[in-house]
């Protein structure tokens, strides 16, 4: 039996009437199998990543496969080498993706396969693309010509796509991680009066997994211990994060060690050694004293 760890991500919006207690059967379940990750569970739905070898993985999604609300779940795969996760943490959320609003998600946008967005990139469609992750995510890997609205959490997006350069007539195409962003991103899009919105299904991580070497340039972030997909690709090797420090390319991301900062920041190796770990932030506050 192979030992090797894999990640699988995945999300999906449905009516759960007690969440309280799928977190309680989900949890038993998950420390049954042997895994470690983080799911988040609400009335509206679920959304997780797990990791674990093959054979748990198998038996994990075997279980949601059997489950009433969970039968129909695509989850997207990524290789770990080592266990990304420390524990297994199951939680009860008002929301599986914090937007801090509600939106209508009847009126998410159109889907978009890998190959139709691909497909639109090589025949240089007119089109607008928009990151809908954090600013830290879009600064070391992003699709070419992509914008980014300038936000460091999801539930700043209400406000910060009020201030989005794009006319509301223009075919507009978001993306994400893994595609859950984009569900109320779009809909939010939509009642901001966008007419021409879509998401692109399963994010790049589906995209990676069929074009590695497309148009999606440099690393795919992700929130564990690896920081970073998408290493090992020719379009990986691209470097477009620059050090916080002194500005040379790097994408290689630390926390601050200020005990009460703990900023996640891009650092090269000897910025790091040179400032013991701490963002340009905290440096300039010790050498105030």
Do not use: W
């Not at 674990?52 to 609300?69: C, E, I, R, V």
């Not at 926390?255 to 703990?262: A, F, G, L, N, V």
């Amino acid at each position: 039996m192979s030992s090797t760890i894999s990640v699988l991500l995945y999300y999906k919006f449905v009516n759960i009437k007690d969440p309280v207690f799928e977190v309680l059967q989900h949890k038993l379940v998950c420390d049954g199998i042997g895994l470690k990750g983080r799911i988040l569970i609400a009335e509206e739905g679920i959304n997780g990543t797990v990791a674990g070898t093959s054979a748990q993985l198998k038996q994990y999604t075997s279980y949601m496969d059997a489950h009433p609300l969970f039968s129909d779940i695509v989850f997207k795969r990524s290789s770990a080498g080592k266990m990304p996760f420390p524990k297994m943490i199951v939680k009860y959320r008002s929301e599986i993706v914090t937007l801090g609003k509600k939106v209508d998600m009847k009126k998410t946008g159109k889907y978009l396969k890998p190959q139709e967005l691909h497909e639109l990139f090589e025949n240089n469609k007119d089109m607008v693309v928009v990151d809908m992750r954090n600013n830290y995510e879009y600064e070391v890997g992003r699709f070419e010509g992509a914008v980014q609205p300038d936000t460091t959490k999801f539930f700043e997006l209400p406000e910060k796509v009020k201030n989005l350069k794009i006319n509301k007539d223009k075919k507009v195409v978001t993306y994400c991680t893994g595609g859950i962003r984009c569900e109320k991103a779009t809909a939010l899009l939509a009642e901001e009066g966008f007419e021409d919105v879509y998401q692109l299904e399963g994010g790049i991580v589906k995209y990676l997994e069929q074009y590695p070497d497309g148009h999606f340039v440099g690393k795919n972030f992700v929130f564990d211990d690896r920081m970073v997909t998408n290493t090992d690709t020719p379009s990986g090797q691209n470097v477009l994060g620059t050090c916080a420090h002194c500005h040379t390319s790097s994408d290689r991301y630390i926390d601050c060690t200020k005990p009460d900062c703990h900023q996640l920041f891009i650092c090269c190796k000897d910025c790091e050694k040179l400032h013991a770990g701490l963002c340009p932030v905290a440096v300039k506050e010790l050498a105030k004293k």
